[in-house]
């Protein structure tokens, strides 16, 4: 009986050993044959040199200034306010390098006020920040004041939100109807970009 049962169990497991392999090869891949005829060949270009998709090109802005010229280059001008050292002779002082700017307080309105010493017919205003990138994009908002007499002072442009986009040159123009005056004040209420109002430059244009 022993031996019976001994053979039995060999048999047994000789079965499902069996069994096993089986089923192993019954759930192998079946080896995929491709054919040349449903293969088609796409060659690459030889790149030799760094190469950017058409869509992520960007457009290279071409800076055009206001017609006429900036008459308010280097003459006096007065802040309300300015921030630690930003103060407003940076604003007109011809350069919109590192520290070259005025920054107000985040007491608005900051008011930004050039004397142009005589009166003087205008036609655009331009504000520009640093032009480099590190100098993010940012909207400000703006009005436009005129005054004879540097104290009584005129709405010119109403109070707009202006975006300042390195990729257009960090810069804004305000054209407008061509006024006599010898006073011009930016007023600004709002900044995303700082606490304050800031300008690199303002500038005002004469034909
Ligand atoms: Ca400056």
Do not use: C
Not at 17 to 35: D, M, S, T
Not at 75 to 103: C, H, L, M, Q
Not at 105 to 116: A, H, I, K, R
Not at 130 to 146: C, D, E, F, M
């Amino acid at each position: 009986m022993k031996i019976l049962r001994r053979i039995l169990i060999a048999l047994l497991l000789i079965a499902n050993a069996a069994l096993l392999v089986y089923v192993l090869n019954g759930i192998k891949e079946p080896p995929q044959e491709i054919l040349a005829e449903n293969v088609t060949t796409v060659s690459a270009p030889d790149q030799t040199e760094a190469q950017i998709h058409p869509d992520f090109i960007k457009e290279e802005f071409v800076m055009v200034l206001p017609e006429g010229v900036n008459i308010a280059a280097k003459k006096p001008i007065k802040a309300n306010a300015f921030t630690d050292v930003y103060a407003e002779n940076r604003a007109n002082d011809g350069s919109t390098d590192g520290s070259s700017y005025w920054e107000g307080t985040s007491e608005y309105p900051n008011l930004l006020t050039v004397d142009l010493e005589n009166p003087a017919k205008i036609q655009t205003v331009r504000v520009a920040l640093n032009p480099l990138s590190i100098w993010g994009k940012r909207t400000q908002t703006i009005a436009v004041n005129i005054s004879s007499d540097g104290e009584n002072f005129t709405e010119l442009v109403k109070m707009k939100q202006y975006t300042f986009d390195p990729d257009e040159g960090n810069q804004i123009q305000i054209p407008f109807d061509e006024v006599e005056t010898r006073y011009v004040q930016l007023v600004f209420t709002e900044n995303s970009g700082a606490v304050g109002g800031q300008v690199a430059e303002f500038e005002v244009y004469s034909k």
